[in-house]
């Protein structure tokens, strides 16, 4: 039997990073427990308001984030607070499939369109690799404002 998995994320303001990786993923923040949300609110805001209504002091209202897959085939990312700076290489990192089935040129180009488009959401450019026959079809690694790796393949 398989399992769902989560992706968790350290990091200094969960919020934020998690408002990243909705635009780059396309996802959604869930609505908190027991609340409905009728189409176009704002899930953020209902957050904001169950968390004051709930009384969760201020300081710990950014403690944790989530972004989901609307459709409900990836998996679900969590960000949780914690104290330290990220420190070292990511020894898990995520791939975003940007240019799926493209090769050559025509998928080199698709990646840096996606790339342009992440470095304005707050990521940043490290290195292009170039298609080679025997290795690899192209990717560009990249880091979201935290500072974590990621490859756009």
């Keep these: 039997m398989s399992r769902q998995i989560q992706v968790t994320f350290d990091a200094q303001d969960p919020r934020a990073l998690s408002i990243f990786w909705r635009d780059v993923l396309g996802y959604v923040h869930p609505s908190p427990p027991g609340v409905d949300l009728p189409d176009g609110a704002d899930p953020l805001a209902a957050w904001d308001d169950f968390l004051e209504q709930m009384k969760v002091p201020e300081s710990q209202r950014n403690s944790s984030s989530a972004v989901e897959d609307p459709d409900g085939d990836g998996p679900r990312l969590f960000f949780q607070q914690v ?12 791939d975003v499939r940007a240019a799926p089935g493209l090769k050559g040129d025509e998928r080199m180009a698709a990646l840096e369109a996606e790339c342009e488009r992440l470095v304005a959401l707050g990521a940043t450019r490290v290195r292009r690799f170039e298609p080679d026959a025997w290795q690899s079809v192209g990717f560009i690694v990249m880091t979201d404002p935290e500072g974590n790796e990621f490859c756009l393949d």
């Design 83 to 94: 104290p330290e700076d990220k420190v070292a290489k990511n020894r898990v990192h995520l």
